[in-house]
């Protein structure tokens, strides 16, 4: 009885406390959507309108001309294509190597705690270090290693960057990862006669999903977002989308057509944002329930 | 069956060592077919370490391990026709019940329909035909013990493994799981070899126990000899509940024979020494340890009336434990808590002087040096 009095005492906040805190969140959203409802309204205005300021103003005149345009049209470096072709070089760079850092960090993490071989924390120590190497440092010899192999200004290239750059964070997570995954799930697999690839596809796979998710997260986020690689190993044919964007942006001629580059980037934007929509849903734990212990 | 004269399992002169330090230290093991043999020692004894070793888990560094005559050490743990139940289960999370306990089969190439026919059979055997199709995460905990033991179960192996099945169970759920382990030993006879460090689970289970301590094997002996005939001090501590009275005393001649002499408060007591109890002679002015078990120590009327070595000492009762079927009594002598075990329904209270009958035939004598028994 008193238990429940004092649990109503500890729970009730003052009404104006309350009515502060949320004030207070609201402002914080607000000043967190501003830049998006600018984008928003603003790509959906013929440009006089956003020539005559109030930029927060809704639409007078709604128009879907800025996006048709910026899609399909838009002059992007030296030809009216729109950011189409680039958004489609981008997927064309970023789902293999997504696939390849996630696959073979999954992998190395399986080896890194499972297949313990002498100096294997080295290894990792050597993996882990290629995460804190700036982008800059790599880019010349990085671009040496391209021009050797002919990858210079090509897509593939450019997912032989991602890759090899991304291996480090994919090893990371998988490799914590499974360093907490029962070894005795490994053992009994061995005992019931699985091999290496059997005990990996099997057992560890099936139950690495919610770190699927997390490292598919960041390496797209991470590739599709990235510019400097973009810009420096990429040809006209090849640039991603990040590159294509600026060079929308940039274009020293003609107007400044703020509501096609409104347009554009959050063109630019979206994958990433469907990207964490759609997999947070997948994000769950409890995976390993029932695994171990009583 | 027929007689063979090399036993079922063999372990010699195995050694384990992680670079300069050994886990096992030269271990010597038999086993007949059909036996249960129990590893038992406290925690970092190397009681796991020596069944990973028999499953292939872990590396030797040297000796042999052999199962019906073959040598089996350096073979890999699938190809060692071996089960293993681990101490956390170790049931696939991914996969349903039936799943896990086909999976074994499943890598060896089992046809399905054969599958079928050894789950239902052994899901059978273990009353867990209706949870087939759960995942692990939706059984209990003695569920998921069945579902492991059944996943061995199934391979028909020559060698049982079990890795501290019990030790993640609830007392209640233990003892059950105990006995059930035992019916089915009973039943199937087959060979097992069993980590514990419950000396209970040691004593009702097995027909072999090796207790270990730091990766030497203490001794190595059916439960009774474990229990009556400890081969040194530390044995004889870890085995039984509550465990074994050890009293510092020193052997002195008398008219009828020899005699322990014991401190008891600042006095002087005499026990007469049955010559039964050690296997060599006794010298005068000795030093010895005297071990006595608790049930060996009782009220008067409690005692052995088989025997004849009953001793009386009157002791000052300290405490008084009820523990239901038994009442124990804690007394102090020669400078130790003595644990005496009486009738449930004597009547005895703290502070009482009463007297204690010791029953020195299941007394056994230690060298205070060696720690071993006399």
Known sequence: ?294 | MSATTTPFMQIAGLRKSYGELEILKGIDIELDKGGFLVLVGPSGCGKSTLLNTIAGLEPITSGTISVDGQPINDLHPSKRDIAMVFQSYALYPNMTVGGNIAFGMEMRGVPKAEREVAIAKVAKTLQISHLLDRKPSQLSGGQRQRVAMGRALVRDPKLFLFDEPLSNLDAKLRVDMRLEIKRLHAATGKTIVYVTHDQIEAMTLATKIAVLKDGELQQFGTPHEIYTKPANIFVADFMGSPSMNLLPAKVISGKAGLLLELVQDGNKVQLAIPATIVSGALVDGQSVILGIRPEAVTDKDGADRNTNAIAMLEGRVELVEPAGSDTFVITHLAGKEVTARMRADVVVRPGETVPFAFNLDKAVLFDPETQKRL
């Open chain 1, 1 to 294: 009885m008193s238990a429940a009095v004092s649990q109503n005492v500890a729970i009730r906040t003052s009404p104006f406390a309350r009515a502060l805190i949320y004030a207070l969140l609201i402002i914080i959203a607000v000043y967190y959507l501003l830049p998006l409802y600018v984008m928003l309204v603003n790509s959906l205005k013929p440009l006089e309108e956003i020539r005559q300021g109030q930029m927060l103003n809704l639409p007078q005149t709604w128009t879907l001309e800025p996006w048709r345009s910026a899609w399909s049209t838009a002059q992007i470096g030296v030809s009216p294509t729109g950011l189409l072709p680039y958004f489609t070089n981008s997927f064309l760079m970023v789902i293999p190597a997504v696939a390849i850092a996630t696959m073979l960090g999954a992998l190395n993490g399986y080896v890194l705690t499972k297949w313990r071989f002498p100096g294997d924390n080295y290894v990792f120590g050597l993996m882990l270090f290629s995460c804190f190497i700036p982008f800059q440092i790599v880019i010349i010899p990085m671009a040496a290693v391209l021009g050797f192999l002919g990858l210079s200004g090509t897509i593939p290239g450019l997912i032989l960057v991602h890759t090899v750059y991304g291996l480090g964070f994919t090893t990371l997570f998988f490799r914590n990862f499974y360093a907490a995954f029962p070894t005795e799930l490994v053992r009994s697999a061995m005992i019931d006669g699985a091999g290496f690839f059997k005990i990996f596809t099997r057992i560890l796979l099936p139950l690495s999903l919610p770190i699927i998710i997390v490292t598919v997260i960041w390496q797209f986020t991470n590739v599709w977002n990235d510019f400097l690689f973009g810009a420096s190993f990429s040809d006209y044919d090849s640039f991603p989308m990040t590159v294509a964007l600026n060079n929308l942006v940039n274009s020293s001629t003609g107007v400044k057509e703020y509501n096609v580059h409104f347009a554009g980037a959050i063109l630019a934007a979206l994958p990433t944002l469907i990207v964490y929509v759609v997999s947070g849903r997948y994000f769950v734990r409890g995976l390993m329930a029932g695994a171990v212990k009583g």
